[in-house]
């Protein structure tokens, strides 16, 4: 610890502070961004003349420089400190929105999506960080509080984007959209992050123990990157996580046109439907936080094997029940899956090497929903529906599931509770 010893109190606030920064960056400048575009697709087709692929190609460029975007940022928050990635990042993301006023060919419109991914995929693998630094037994719990911002943003950005469009165009939407995130969030984060506890005197386990783990001693940060990044238990780590990707985020791509070409429900009940999934998935993040706080790896697993039963739910999908079935499903598992990383970061390698982990996971994740995606949509033409690529996805699910049981969460608090007893 190299800081000035505060109060407690003191320092749980500033905990609680890193949490608000977390709600405003998920929900304004990421999942608000991210749902925006989709709702302007039909405007900017209508208004520019592009294609549809042309168009929404521009968040499969956001997704792909997201990925590649998480291979370099743990050398960067290593080198420089999260708070100096994430501020910046913020900043960057409200301007390329705001930009996009201006967008009026395609080069300058695919630019500002990869810049927006590069940018997006740093915010949110700085705030995992933060909040890891922060917290220990309760970090999947305050991760999925932070997160529920991007359920606040399922509620009311759909809407408001539409009204935008409908008065005022999208590239004034787009425009006012990114004042919004460079003024409202990036002046809010630069004041409520605080990058450690250690420098205001305080480890996480010291201010998050859990109940009857014994405080005190000299804390474990766990291990370096290097002593770790070559072994089987990592990449493994790191396969699983990209076939939740697979399982979570490349199927969500697929769920309304599902429910509107292959069940009897109609497009406005497939609308309904994806819009349920992203709110329900608020709640899912907030219950797999409070299971993998108890469970820790073994709940992630849990977690996955539960995506592996939602896509296995699409079958019977042919009337009122089964659709409110699936999307609970859909939507709690969805849910736990974007909780993840920092907890199966900091509970299986500890809290020295957040950055590296948290990024290749974020990483391996969006490397395998953008493979999802393309999968999925490779066998529907293929086979001509949904069955065979869902079942496949069920399958990926259940083996990513059981390959993650079989980690071991040495620097979980709930493990060495346990071991002390």
């Not at 849990?302 to 939507?331: E, S």
Request: glycine share 12%.
């Amino acid at each position: 610890m190299s800081g000035e010893r505060i109060s407690v109190a003191q320092a749980h606030r500033l905990a609680r502070m890193n949490i608000i920064a977390g709600f405003l960056v998920w929900g304004i400048a990421l999942a608000g961004v991210s749902m925006m575009m989709p709702v302007m697709y039909n405007s900017i087709l209508e208004s520019m003349h592009w294609t549809i692929g042309e168009t929404t190609r521009f968040m499969a460029i956001k997704s792909a420089t997201s990925a590649l975007g998480g291979l370099v940022a743990g050398p960067l928050l290593v080198r420089v400190g999260a708070k100096k990635v994430l501020v910046p990042s913020v900043f960057v993301i409200g301007i390329a929105t705001s930009l996009l006023y201006f967008a009026h060919s395609l080069p300058f419109y695919y630019a500002l999506a990869a810049v927006s991914g590069v940018c997006s995929v740093w915010s949110v693998i700085a705030i995992q960080v933060t909040l890891a630094r922060w917290y220990s037994a309760s970090l999947g719990r305050n991760t999925g509080f932070a997160m529920l911002g991007g359920a606040l943003a399922g509620f009311i950005v759909p809407m408001s984007t539409r009204m935008g469009v409908t008065h005022f165009g999208w590239h004034a939407t787009a425009g006012a959209a990114g004042l919004i995130v460079l003024v409202l969030v990036g002046l809010s984060i630069s004041l409520l992050v605080h990058e450690t506890p250690e420098a205001y005197g305080y480890t996480a386990d010291e201010l998050d123990p859990g109940k009857g783990r014994p405080t005190g001693g000299v804390p474990d940060l766990g291990e370096n990157f290097a002593s770790f990044r070559k072994t089987p238990q990592f990449w493994m780590l790191i396969l699983a996580t990209a076939m939740s990707g697979v399982i979570s985020n490349g199927i969500n791509e697929y769920i309304p046109l599902f429910i509107e070409k292959h069940t009897t429900l109609g497009a406005t009940v497939a609308a309904l439907g994806f819009t349920i999934v992203m709110l329900i998935s608020g709640l899912g993040k907030i219950l797999f936080g409070w299971v993998f706080d108890r469970l820790s790896t073994k709940g992630v697993a849990l977690c996955w094997a539960l995506c592996g039963v939602a896509a296995l739910a699409t079958f019977p999908l042919a009337g009122y029940a089964t659709f409110l079935a699936f999307t609970i499903l859909r939507g709690v598992s969805h849910g736990g899956v974007i909780v993840q990383a920092p907890v199966l970061a900091r509970h299986i390698y500890g809290v020295r090497a957040l950055p590296q982990v948290i990024s290749l996971l974020t990483a391996a994740f969006h490397l395998g929903a953008a493979a999802g995606i393309v999968a999925i949509g490779a066998g529907v033409d293929k086979t001509g529906g949904f069955t065979v690529p869902f079942i496949v996805v069920a399958a990926v699910a259940f083996v990513a599931a059981g390959i993650g049981w079989q980690f071991h969460p040495r620097h979980w608090a709930g493990q060495q509770a346990a071991a002390k007893a």
